[in-house]
């Protein structure tokens, strides 16, 4: 069987709501995919007269190329494997439940917002809200795993309860608001107002300005931060960090709720 893969005939005028492909594991057959009419510019139209569609392994879809004007791919995903080629709308993985979706472009703002579980790969940069509160939630990321090889925007990773973060660029303003559990790693440079009200959670760094209100950890011991980084780097297929790149280790801010903690790495 071949993946389904979904090439784009004509530029996109307006705006489109491609969330319709996270029920495609629901669907009989690839015929009841061609057969959908979906809401483009103020009227609906068949799926194909906007897409060609070859393929029929319902559990693997390719998007190629992408367009900016595609919103919500990913949205809601469960239980398939999505590879999308190009750059991305809002709301990439948005409220994504399990899965795989993996992008080699750039996304726009509010990527992975409310994401519940399943792996994010971003081959590029992201926009702001990355990991974002949704509208209709005050928690944002409720667990999963994202990768980003670029950059992130402003006001990312608001209220993280779990799951793990990699970003290999840099980390706008305002990001890890609130932040009450998980980890992140960040290989770049962190931007202003960084982890405001943080409660619980790792944070991995080369910059040390974050620690400004923490205390040293004496004597700290990296056997597991070592173990947990090599575990990372196997699903990124790159290797992040070494052991002896870590340097000290922070915890106890002078804020008694917070009891996150912090490793820095030598750049």
């Not at 990527?111 to 702001?128: L, Q, R, T, V």
């Amino acid at each position: 069987m071949k993946p389904v893969t979904i090439k784009l005939k004509k530029k996109l005028k307006y705006r489109l709501d491609m969330s319709f492909l996270s029920d495609i594991s629901n669907y009989k057959s690839i015929k009841t995919l061609l057969s959908k009419k979906i809401s483009y510019g103020n009227r609906m139209v068949g799926i194909t007269s906007l897409f060609s569609i070859t393929g029929n392994d319902i559990s693997s879809v390719v998007i190629k190329p992408a367009a900016d004007y595609m919103d919500n791919i990913g949205a809601n995903l469960e239980n398939i494997e999505m590879k999308v080629y190009g750059n991305t709308g809002y709301s990439f993985g948005s409220k994504m439940l399990s899965g795989k979706l993996a992008l080699y472009g750039n996304c726009s703002d509010y990527a992975a917002s409310g994401m519940k579980g399943g792996e994010i790969f971003i081959y590029g940069n992201a926009g702001d809200f990355l990991g974002g509160k949704p509208n209709s939630s005050n928690e944002g990321i409720l667990d999963g795993f994202i990768y980003v090889s670029g950059n992130v925007g402003q006001k990312s990773i608001q209220r993280m309860r779990r799951g793990n973060i990699i970003i290999k660029g840099d980390l706008g303003d305002y990001a890890c608001e609130e932040m009450i559990s998980g980890s992140i790693i960040v290989m770049g440079k962190i931007g202003n107002s960084f982890a405001k009200g943080i409660k619980r959670g790792t944070i991995i760094t080369k910059e040390k300005k974050v620690t400004k209100d923490y205390r040293l950890s004496n004597n700290a011991e990296y056997n597991f931060i070592s173990f947990f980084i090599n575990k990372l780097s196997k699903i990124v297929k790159s290797n992040l960090l070494r052991r002896k790149s870590f340097i000290s280790r922070y915890h106890g801010h002078k804020d008694n709720n917070n009891l996150s903690e912090v490793f820095i790495f030598k750049s």
